[in-house]
């Protein structure tokens, strides 16, 4: 049985469709099997709706959205909860403003190629930002800044989940922040 020895966050950003919604509903799963009973996943799609349904999409909307689930972020690991939070987040200056507030703040980027993201399309965002039917659309016309330095880099163009997912859960392990 597994042990949290303090709360963190581990940050997912990436590309829409670049697997961060999917990998960290993995690693929330392969934690809670472990025995680690409380673990808050935080995600865009659901923020959105409910924390954050005021805001829009231009840069200081999304700005604020981060800041927003940052805080939340922090209470919960501030309280030992491990604290998953997948997000876009494509500034970096709000993503380093939301580490420097969160203990043991991890960062995972989560890589694909735009042309694979393209193809895969899921939702079908970038075949109408493509075709202008969606404005502000990161990646293709607004920004997406990647991280610099993060923790952790998954590339789910070439890794499967379940390989990502190890490397994540190995790195916790190896940082003491669970305890096998």
Request: proline share 4%; hydrophobic share 35%; aromatic share 8%.
């Amino acid at each position: 049985m597994a042990k949290v020895k303090s709360g963190f966050v581990l940050w997912f950003t990436g590309l829409s469709g670049s697997g961060k919604t999917t990998l960290s509903k993995s690693v929330e799963e392969r934690l809670k099997g472990m025995g680690i009973p409380h673990v808050q996943r935080l995600d865009g799609d659901i923020i959105r709706k409910e924390l954050t349904k005021d805001l829009g999409f231009s840069k200081a909307d999304r700005d604020e959205n981060i800041r927003r689930v940052g805080f939340v972020a922090k209470l919960l690991s501030d309280n030992g909860i491990p604290t998953l939070c997948a997000f876009i987040s494509p500034y970096k200056d709000v993503r380093n403003e939301v580490r420097q507030k969160c203990a043991n703040f991890i960062e995972i980027f989560v890589k694909c190629p735009i042309e694979v993201l393209i193809e895969r399309d899921p939702k079908g965002l970038y075949k109408k930002a493509l075709n202008g039917e969606i404005s502000n659309f990161t990646g293709i016309d607004d920004p997406y800044e990647e991280p610099e330095n993060p923790e952790i880099t998954v590339d789910t163009s070439v890794e499967s989940v379940e390989e990502s997912t190890e490397k994540i859960i190995s790195y916790l392990a190896e940082k003491g922040l669970i305890i096998l």
